[in-house]
């Protein structure tokens, strides 16, 4: 790592890049399969799908660049290798598999949530371990962009199920009055 001089050692800052690594790792798998599944999806759902998945994945690309960036302006490298990203990764493939579309939603909502609980992490880390709140708060604001991703993708298959003779019903959920 390159001599910076921004206020932590390079022990903190190297810890930090490599918690940044470990989410571009996710945010590139991620990416990945979302994109699969915006050129995959058939079906009644394919247009919302399709549509919601290319912004989806255009605003995950987004932050991919800017998570480079923030290893950089720390000083370290960001990987940039398949191998590099799957070794690091916290998500995981499913290589050979065409699953239907709301097994799609139920897939990338898990994907999302795993990077929240990772981010989350993450964001404690830098705080308390490392004593970086530029990049607590960095992070803090990719958890939230997930959060509202994954809000979407678990709206899209609420309130539907299938029955036992393998037809959508619906079994919408009324709020509970307060």
């Known amino acids: 790592m390159q001599s910076v001089n921004i206020g932590l ?3 903190q800052r190297q810890g930090v890049v490599d918690l940044l690594n470990a989410d571009l790792a996710d945010s590139y798998l991620l990416v990945i399969k979302t994109k699969k599944y915006h050129w995959d999806v058939v079906g009644p759902q394919f247009r919302t799908l ?3 998945w290319q912004q989806h994945y255009e605003a995950i690309g987004m932050n991919i660049d800017a998570i480079a960036e923030r290893v950089r302006q720390l000083g370290g490298y960001p990987i940039g290798t398949a191998k590099g990203f799957l070794e690091n990764a916290t998500l995981r493939e499913h ?3 065409l699953p239907t579309a709301d097994e799609m939603v139920e897939r990338l909502v898990s994907d999302h949530e795993q990077v929240i609980r990772n981010l989350r992490e993450h964001v404690n880390q830098c705080s308390e371990d490392y ?3 530029g990049t607590a708060d960095f992070l803090t604001g990719l958890m939230e962009q997930h ?3 994954a809000w979407m993708l678990r709206s899209f ?3 539907s199920q299938l029955s036992p003779s393998g037809q959508r019903e619906s079994t919408l959920k009324t709020p509970a009055t307060v």
Do not use: K, Q, T, V
């Open 147 to 149: 959060e509202e991703m």
């Open 95 to 97: 290589p050979g598999d």
């Open 131 to 133: 004593h970086d709140e």
């Open 9 to 11: 050692s390079n022990e």
């Open 157 to 159: 298959i609420e309130g």
């Open 50 to 52: 399709h549509e919601l």
